[in-house]
């Protein structure tokens, strides 16, 4: 009776294929792996420059301006969705490009060195990594396009068309704003305010050629997007939602006045804050 030949392995299991050392089938399996991880790695990356370029971007918040919805080394997920193709709506917490004026050009965002850098500059650029631009502050939407928004009214609120509102997100011990505003929010633009609003240089403090409705407006153009929740320290994971309550009374605006050209802010005196997520 013949005898099965030796195949090194358990009966019924193929052995080596013929020919190849047992070192070579090992290299082969390590080459495959390394091209599957390099394959996941690639698909990766392209996934969250997709993810970054039109869905979702995470912002660090350096400032106190928003407290306590927000604080200082807070990593936010914004949402490139608003303003397009969703809209803005008031309460909305937004990230926009500096209109103008409104940063203290002294202050830098504090970067790495050599090799340390090389490598937050890649983790930023496909989005692993927060923004850390220097040129994007944060802030709540307060006034839509048309709205008027003023401060304040007998019993101390802003009001909005008229409709006094209660704003609950406001930093304790901080009134609705320290200086008087009265303003219609131009076409194409958003009224924005600190939720700590001792300590917010937003729509209130904005100097130029032109009214303050138009000065201190932000164009829907410059915003980034929504930011939606805090997810960095794990201990402040939480959902930004949009506070109903406090805007569901607001009638629609009369009118839509049109944008009468570019303002050339000059720098408000204060106050001063370094508000770049």
Not at 146 to 166: A, L
Not at 179 to 196: L, Q
Request: one cysteine or more; glycine letters at 10%.
């Amino acid at each position: 009776m013949s005898r099965p030949h030796e195949t090194g392995g358990r009966p019924g299991q193929p052995g080596p294929p013929t020919g190849e050392a047992p070192g070579g089938a090992f290299l082969h399996g390590v080459l495959a792996f390394v091209k599957e991880i390099v394959i996941i790695v690639s698909l990766a990356v392209v996934l969250s420059l997709v993810a970054k370029t039109w869905l979702v971007q995470t912002f660090w918040i350096p400032s106190a301006s928003m407290m306590n919805t927000l604080v200082r080394d807070d990593r936010v997920l914004v949402s490139k969705l608003t303003p397009s193709p969703f809209q803005l709506q008031r309460g909305d917490v937004v990230v926009f490009v500096d209109p103008g004026g409104w940063l203290d050009p002294t202050v830098e965002a504090p970067r790495q060195e050599g090799i340390g850098e090389r490598i937050n500059e890649a983790l930023t650029w496909v989005g692993l990594l927060p923004e850390d631009e220097g040129n994007h502050l944060i802030k709540r939407v307060v006034g839509l396009p048309g709205d008027h928004v003023r401060c304040c009214t007998v019993d101390g609120r802003v009001s909005i068309n008229g409709t006094p509102i209660d704003e609950p997100y406001l930093h304790s011990g901080d009134t609705p704003s320290d200086v008087e505003f009265d303003v219609t929010v131009p076409a194409g633009r958003v009224w924005v305010m600190g939720d700590h609003r001792s300590d917010s240089r937003d729509s209130r403090y904005q100097e130029g050629d032109g009214d303050l409705g138009m000065v201190g407006s932000v164009p829907i153009d410059h915003i980034v997007g929504r930011a939606f929740a805090v997810v960095w320290p794990l201990e402040r994971l939480t959902w930004l939602g949009v506070p109903q309550e406090t805007f569901a009374s607001i009638p629609t605006p009369a009118s839509t006045p049109a944008p009468t050209g570019p303002p050339v802010p000059s720098g408000p005196p204060a106050p001063t804050e370094t508000d770049t997520p």
